[in-house]
């Protein structure tokens, strides 16, 4: 069956970096577009970044361009989340998910999420 | 962007009742619009795909209908089970954008 997790989360000051890891399973990972999509403590679901299944073509929310990429390595079934210049509104938890298609419909397998808490 | 609106924001209900959540978009969207279930503590499931469509495992007292900028999302017969948050989604158009949620409670 479809697994994904997440690692890499923690406690960082802000300004500082932190690189999240979703280790794929189950599927062809090589065949599905990827996201990121967080949440803040208490709030709704917040779109972060989408990549092709490819690495081709990558989108992100303005929230965090310039700041955030994401990346893959099919050969590693794995899609990560360099996260720079961390803000106290960055803190959330964060999830990977897999997409039904190649690139961004509908969201068919999630993780189990990492937390990310921006704080000095 | 595109903005999604859901309503209510929260709902109770009691066990057997037949409850409907509303998504409104700020413009068409077609019938580019997912249904999400999220538990306490738990990462987001999906239920309803392209507006009306039921996912594989998705009990069939879940429902969703709707195109354009007005969606419905209806639990024919409440059970225990369903207390979550209930999201709308659409992907007509990036950035991918979620409803901000609708949280239901049994009375």
């Known amino acids: 069956q479809v697994q994904l997790v997440e690692s890499g989360g923690g406690v960082v000051q802000p300004g500082r970096s932190l690189r999240l890891s979703c280790a794929a399973s189950?599927?062809?990972?090589?065949?599905?577009?990827m996201h990121w999509v967080r949440q803040a403590p208490g709030k709704g679901l917040e779109w972060v970044a989408v990549?092709?299944?490819?690495?081709?073509?990558?989108h992100y929310a303005d929230s965090v361009k310039g700041r955030f990429a994401i990346s893959r390595d099919n050969s590693k079934n794995t899609l990560s989340l360099q996260m720079n210049s961390l803000r106290a509104e960055d803190t959330a938890v964060y999830y990977c998910?897999?997409?039904?298609?190649?690139?961004?419909?509908?969201?068919?397998?999630w993780g189990q999420g990492a937390l990310v808490t921006v704080s000095s | 962007d595109i903005q999604m609106t859901q309503s209510p924001s929260s709902l109770s209900a009691s066990v057997g009742d037949r409850i409907t959540i509303t998504c409104q978009a700020s413009?068409?969207?077609?019938?580019?619009l997912n249904w999400y279930q999220q538990k306490p503590g738990k990462a987001p499931n999906l239920l309803i795909y392209?507006?009306?469509n039921l996912e594989t495992g998705v009990p069939s007292r879940f429902s969703g209908s709707g195109s354009g900028t007005h969606f419905t999302f209806t639990i024919s017969s409440l059970q225990p089970e369903d207390i979550a948050t209930y999201y709308c989604?659409?992907?007509?158009?990036?950035?991918?954008?979620f409803g901000q949620g609708t949280r239901l409670e049994i009375k």
């Open positions: 998910a897999r997409d039904a298609s190649g690139s961004f419909r509908y969201l068919d397998s």
């Open positions: 189950g599927f062809t990972f090589s065949r599905s577009g």
């Open positions: 413009q068409d969207i077609s019938n580019f």
């Open positions: 989604q659409q992907y007509d158009s990036l950035p991918i954008t």
């Open positions: 392209v507006a009306s």
């Open positions: 990549i092709w299944y490819d690495g081709g073509i990558k």
